[in-house]
């Protein structure tokens, strides 16, 4: 069995930061990409950003400049700063990781319980 627990959103006012938190837990034996996606209401779910394994990342245009992705691999952890936040910011924001449980198997893709971060004054 494998757990994302995100923690960190919260309610900002524009022009500040946030930092969110994802760890994984549970049967795993390794994680590819990890990253975040974001769910405003009556909207889709849209990609954020996404970092592999290696460090790469990719980031939505919308968020570029303002938002950072990091991982640390040693604690099954991923992080997203989020700096010069918008009211279009708000969202329900949403971990997600693809993990291999079996060496040598698909991986799978996992998900956090999502963390609302709201932006207003």
């Known amino acids: 069995q494998v757990q994302l627990v995100e923690s960190g959103g919260g309610l900002v006012q524009p022009g500040g930061s946030l930092r969110l938190s994802c760890t994984a837990s549970?049967?795993?034996?390794?994680?590819?990409?990890m990253g975040w996606y974001r769910q405003a209401p009556g909207k889709q779910r849209d990609v954020v950003v996404l970092i592999t394994k290696g460090g790469g990342t990719i980031h939505a245009n919308s968020v570029k400049g303002r938002f950072t992705i990091s991982r640390d691999n040693a604690k099954n952890t991923v992080y997203l700063q989020m700096n010069s936040l918008k009211p279009e910011d708000t969202a329900v924001y949403y971990c997600?990781?693809?993990?291999?449980?079996?060496?040598?198997?698909?991986?799978?893709?996992?998900w956090g319980q999502g963390t609302q971060v709201t932006v207003s004054s």
């Open positions: 997600n990781a693809k993990i291999e449980v079996v060496p040598g198997l698909s991986e799978y893709d996992y």
């Open positions: 549970g049967s795993i034996f390794s994680i590819n990409s």
